[in-house]
């Protein structure tokens, strides 16, 4: 446990910043408690305390391609996080990604008694938490240099891990090292889209129970699966699960020629982004093929339905035919949801889509799936009907009640 070296005229700031959390989403009182007493801003020395306090990330690293590999993550999302987590006092915690600042919450939820274990592939970032825990005193969190697909077995079983880089796999080790019964929240990035997910792990499977649209820097280490972007016509990027085949030159074609759009009556606020997830998700258990477009123009952005949603848009695809999800014309309660669709089937692919987009309006909007993880060699005898992704390690199910 710390013995506090925090400035005490900081104290006011931080109180500002969890009063804001609060009043967005409140939190456990152990969990109010330990962000208003965890000194932030001796995780980032080199920040204004005006900045400190903002709730926002601040990338503490990045590689040679300017991607993050190291961050404190932004305060309200490390709130929620925790709270799915329901860590208890004298837990074993391991947390897979490493800043310093989530380590040090985590110590004061379990207490003297608990004991924490950061993990990080990257020698430097270990080196700053290092330092940033023993300016705030947190001298008895483990943080070692190690890769989060394997977890740390010389400390395992643990009750609860915490995974803040996004995944597309979910490694034996995190179901090994985990007791009966513990929690595990990781990022999970399925077919182009990232939900952050909080698991149970009953029968030796991980059943879900919480899901947020929180999304991290991808995992690092040699031979992790990389997300897949192509690159469309148009400044339009496409990112696609690793399982789904892709032409890009067909695509490509496709853009090039003439476009249908169709409303859907289905209204949303923009900025809905729990509702906005549940119908990702909705999407990516109706549709064989989903990704997610990004434009960085506005070539496909006229007519009827003029707007992509940031930070891009569900979209499906067969072989030579790409249609999306768009918004169209202001309403009193927010924007139409349309689709927007080229090439030879675009008129089937964008009336399938938004005979999709409208199912779950009528039955699943507000609603989330669970998503169970089995290990390889684990089958229910009867599970729920649903989406079935295979991955590297693991298979997915995506189901609604």
Request: net charge negative; proline share 8%; charged share 20%.
């Amino acid at each position: 446990m710390a013995s506090s070296t925090a400035d005490a005229s900081l104290t006011p700031l931080r109180n500002a910043m969890v009063e804001r959390i609060l009043a967005a989403e409140p939190v456990s009182a152990p969990i109010e408690a330990a962000m208003r007493t965890v000194p932030r801003e001796l995780f980032l020395p080199d920040l204004p305390p005006e900045a400190v306090y903002q709730d926002r990330a601040v990338v503490t690293k990045r590689d040679i391609y300017k991607n993050p590999v190291g961050s404190v993550s932004q305060p309200s999302v490390v709130a929620a996080m925790l709270q799915a987590l329901r860590v208890e006092p004298s837990q074993r915690i391991l947390e897979l990604g490493s800043g310093g600042y989530e380590a040090a919450l985590l110590a004061r939820l379990t207490g003297r008694t608990g004991s924490v274990v950061s993990l990080d592939l990257d020698e430097t970032v270990i080196h700053r938490t290092h330092e940033c825990l023993r300016a705030a005193g947190y001298t008895g969190i483990t943080a070692l240099v190690g890769d989060g697909r394997y977890g740390f077995g010389l400390r395992a079983p643990y009750d609860r891990i915490i995974v803040t880089f996004d995944t597309p796999d979910v490694p034996q080790n995190w179901f090994d090292q985990l007791v009966e019964g513990g929690r595990i929240i990781i990022p999970l990035h399925l077919r182009g889209l990232t939900h952050t997910v909080a698991f149970t792990k009953v029968a030796g499977i991980f059943t879900s129970d919480a899901i947020r649209p929180f999304a991290f820097g991808p995992m690092q280490g040699i031979g992790v699966p990389r997300r897949t972007t192509v690159t469309l016509a148009g400044g339009a990027r496409l990112d696609v699960g690793p399982d789904q085949d892709i032409d890009v030159d067909a695509l490509c074609a496709a853009l090039a020629g003439p476009r249908h759009t169709v409303g859907t009556g289905v209204i949303v606020a923009p900025d809905d982004t729990l509702l906005l997830s549940s119908l990702d998700l909705w999407l990516a258990t109706a549709q064989p093929t989903l990704g997610r477009l990004h434009t960085d123009t506005p070539a496909y952005q006229t007519g009827p339905v003029t707007e992509t949603i940031p930070p891009g848009v569900p979209a499906a695809w067969t072989d030579d035919t790409l249609a999306f999800l768009a918004l169209g014309h202001t309403t009193g309660d927010g924007r139409e949801i349309g689709v927007i669709a080229y090439g030879p089937d675009r008129t089937r692919l964008a009336d399938q889509l938004a005979h999709d987009v409208r199912v779950w309006n009528t039955e699943h909007r507000g609603e989330l799936p669970t998503i169970h993880v089995y290990p390889r060699g684990i089958v229910e005898k009867s599970p729920p009907p649903g989406r079935l992704l295979d991955l590297p390690s693991t298979r997915v199910l995506i189901s609604w009640g």
